[in-house]
């Protein structure tokens, strides 16, 4: 009969056998068994966190090479909103820059950049009385200033081609225009001083409206959250907010304070909403909103003194304002980033 009280606790085990004694999960060392190795728990511990520590410094080191922004992610800042800067005399279109000015006879110039070089078309079929401003409307450029008989006059620029159109009224200043609700929307001083308001739906029709107010230079337009709100001053230096949800709805005008020398400029980051414009003894002005719910607060940033209307953008989480220096020494440039101060 066989044996079967089992190895001699006293033999030395064999090699042939691979047998291991003890617990292999508790063991520093690695045992072979049947040709695979057992690793107890410290050297596993041991090798997991080496194994993290290359991981780790790899991801750290891809993220810096390649500036993948997982740390935006993990740690949010307040960001561009997504909606369009307000209309401008620029516009990229076509792989090309595209710039629109006024001669001094009043024809209408057509700067464009593009890979292949520069050209200027003078535009003599088309005499304006005032500063253009421009839109992209999907697949062609719109292109609106006053016409010397002070209507509205809607330039369309396709590759290589353009043809205007009145959308009438009577105008006293330059327009500004957005694209809201799928619909390019145009804003300006009336000849009654009032904010007149044009729109051209998605079937093509225009149409036109008045929403009020007495105001003084040109307006600035932004969408915002969903709605259109545009920027005005009245004739004592304040500064007005204009906005309405519909076509049918009121219009709310809100006072955002002042007293400002200059039209205003505009633009959104993410939950706020900003205007800036020439204070009084040349400071510039900053007025921003929470939200849309929330007053509006104003501050000045530092800067020398300076004239006219600012140019405002933003980059990532900073907040960039342009003005003209009162020296006549050139641009000054001020900036705020997310938990700094502007400088």
């Given amino acids: 009969m066989d044996d079967e009280s089992g190895p001699d606790p006293d033999q030395a085990p064999s090699q042939a056998q691979h047998v291991i004694t003890g617990k292999v999960r508790n063991s520093v060392l690695a045992r072979t068994v049947h040709g695979s190795v057992y690793i107890g728990d410290r050297l596993r511990a041991i090798v997991l966190a080496l194994v993290i520590t290359l991981l780790t410094t790899c ?48 024809t209408l110039l057509h700067y464009v950049s593009a890979a292949d070089g520069r050209r200027v078309e003078s535009w003599d079929d088309i005499r304006i009385a005032g500063d253009p401003v421009a839109l992209i409307d999907d697949t062609e450029i719109d292109v609106f200033a006053r016409a010397s008989d002070g209507t509205l006059r809607d330039i369309v620029v396709t590759d290589g081609h353009h043809e205007q159109e009145s959308w ?130 104003n501050d000045v940033w530092p800067a020398p003194s300076v004239v006219g209307t600012p140019s405002v953008v933003a980059v990532g989480i900073e907040q960039i304002a342009f003005a003209q220096c009162a020296d006549g020494s050139g641009l000054e440039q001020v900036s705020w980033t997310y938990g700094a101060n502007p400088a």
């Fill in 59 to 106: 991801t750290g080191l891809t993220v810096y090479i390649f500036r993948i922004p997982i740390w935006e992610g993990l740690f949010p800042h307040p960001q561009v909103a997504d909606n369009p800067l307000p209309g401008a005399p620029a516009v990229y279109f076509g792989n090309a820059l595209h710039v629109f000015a006024r001669s001094a006879d009043g």
């Fill in 168 to 297: 009438g009224g009577q105008i006293a200043g330059d327009p500004t225009v957005i694209e809201w609700n799928h619909q390019v929307q145009v804003f300006v001083r009336g000849a009654d001083s009032r904010m007149q308001h044009f729109w051209r739906d998605q079937t093509g029709d225009h149409h036109q409206d008045t929403w009020g107010g007495l105001l003084v230079g040109r307006p600035a337009a932004v969408t915002f959250e969903g709605q259109r709100y545009v920027f005005a001053r009245d004739s004592y230096g304040l500064l007005y907010r204009w906005t309405r949800a519909g076509d049918t709805d009121p219009v709310t005008k809100t006072s955002w304070g002042g007293p400002i020398t200059s039209d205003p400029a505009t633009m959104v980051t993410l939950h706020q909403l900003h205007a800036f414009a020439t204070g009084e003894n040349g400071t510039l002005q900053h007025f921003y909103q929470n939200d849309t719910d929330g007053a509006p607060v």
